[in-house]
């Protein structure tokens, strides 16, 4: 009897697909991501390729780990491998393999929290590193350092803000950083050069509580709702510019509700015959680091949370839209940036296609690193894969995987290997 090829795979315990599974299936979704025991797991594999081990914490129970693979000339500027260790949560019940299972289909997907977003990086990483230590003829010049990082995924605040800005950081004088990029629909792998920045925007509104039965003016609801149309109406102009192809998703504002509270709770539900005195929403509203802030911050105090219309509103910013001279956050893509040719010449020699470097529509860890100066690009090799970060039923074919690791072996030996000036 030939074995299916599930039944191969989970035969072989010592394979990389089995590491990535071994990785998927430790719990580390929000909001009680199990550190402790993917530090443990991604400390006994860095060991077992031979590279230094570090773990830090910058807070208390949000270790960070830290690897080291020294280059020959160790003055030279290095090479940082970012990834994330945490997930979003995941509702079991609506997935057609429990999400922390890692299960292996028929087809070489491999259903995971995280298969994604982006623990495939954090182990293709390291099955590079692990592959290049193994050939005699690589040794690189640059040092390589990769980091594991707690919190991204609720704002990295006791994550990468704090390692960024630490003392142990400016000492690995890191020179160009990978982090985490988003899966390609074609064979064109994507990169990304600057993320939109989160504001999430609470707004609420008060009014006199009334009968069930009336009509008048300035209710809390009737102000909320009088705000969502607002906003639903910019959302719309700026979906528009997407949808008439003038503008990609990333390149826009966008103002997206999270969650409505409101009413009066009651045994049964809500009160059904009192209209409230308070409504709430919440918004996830990105912007592009080409936005103009003000205008934006304008715009919520005077049409969508006007205390003429007896609202407030709380602003939570997530890390910075400009850098310290006040440009917007990007890493050149250009010849001004020297690593940036070193790069795609990597994931050419790897027999990659590189798609137009974007702005990515979602955030990540990077801004800290490029709000630093440092050139950081998004990248996770996926080509040919439906997008699924924070869906149902995320998963990573095991071809995808596997070939993403050969993309890192060339991209993080040419970087590591690269000898010129590699000032901006
Ligand atoms: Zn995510
Ligand atoms: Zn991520």
Redesign the pocket.
Known sequence: ITPTKSQQQQQDQDSPISRFQQYLQIQTAHPNPDYTSAISFLTTQALSIGLETLTLEFTPSKPVLLLTWRGRDPSLPSLLLNS?LDSVPAEPSKWSHPPFSAHFDSDGRIFARGAQ??KCIGIQYLEALRNLRSSSSFSPLRTIHVSFLPD?EIGGADGAAKFAESEEFEKLNVGFVLD?GQASMNDEFRVFYADRTPWWLVVRAFGMPGHGSRMYDNSAMENLMKSMEMMARYRESQFDFVKAGVAANSEVISVNPVYLKSGIPSPTGFVMNVQPSEAEAGFDVRLPPTADPDLVKKRISEEWAPGTRNMTFQLIQRGPIRDNMGRPLMTPTNSSNPWWSVFEQGVIASGGKLAKPEILAST?DARFMRQRGIPTLGFSPMANTPIL?HEHNEFLKDTVFLRGIKVYESVISALSSFAGDSSL
């Open positions: 994330h977003d982006d991204e985490e990540t970060l």
